[in-house]
C-alpha cells in the first residue's frame, strides 16, 4: 500500500506565496511521475503541473511563470512552489505519484492521490 500525505496549504492574500508539498510512503520501488492538480468549486479537476522522474516538467498554461514543481526522489516527495498567487487559484489542491511496487517479476504500476489540501487566495 502507498499513501501520499499533503502539507503546505493555507489562506494567503492576492501576491502572495505558498509551498506545498507531498510525500509518498509505504511499499514504493520506484515513483514515476509526480504532480497536481487542483479543482476548484462546481470546477472540473484540472492538471496545475507534473514532473517526470528525470526532472522534465509541464504546466498549465494558467500556471506558468508562477508556478514551479520539483521533486526529491530520495525523499519521494514532490513540491509546488505557488508565486503571485491569485483568486482564481483558488482550489483543492492535489497530488499525484505514479509509483511503481512489488517483487521482482511482480511489479506492477499504480496511480495514487492525496487527500488534498485547501488554497485560497483571498484578501
Known amino acids: 500500500q502507498v499513501q501520499l500525505v499533503e502539507s503546505g496549504g493555507g489562506l494567503v492574500q492576492p501576491g502572495g506565496s505558498l509551498r506545498l508539498s507531498c510525500a509518498a510512503s509505504g511499499s514504493i520501488f520506484s515513483i514515476n511521475g509526480m504532480g497536481w492538480y487542483r479543482q476548484a468549486p462546481e470546477k472540473e479537476r484540472e492538471l496545475v503541473a507534473g514532473i517526470s522522474s528525470t526532472g522534465r516538467t509541464n504546466y498549465a498554461d494558467s500556471v506558468k511563470g508562477r508556478f514551479t514543481i520539483s521533486r526529491d526522489n530520495a525523499k519521494n516527495t514532490v513540491y509546488l512552489q505557488m508565486n503571485s498567487l491569485k483568486p482564481e487559484d483558488t482550489a483543492v489542491y492535489y497530488c499525484?505519484?505514479?509509483?511503481?511496487?512489488?517483487?521482482?517479476?511482480?511489479?506492477?504500476?499504480?496511480?495514487?492521490w492525496g487527500q488534498g489540501t485547501q488554497v485560497t487566495v483571498s484578501s
Open positions: 499525484y505519484a505514479d509509483v511503481t511496487s512489488g517483487t521482482y517479476g511482480f511489479r506492477r504500476t499504480f496511480n495514487y
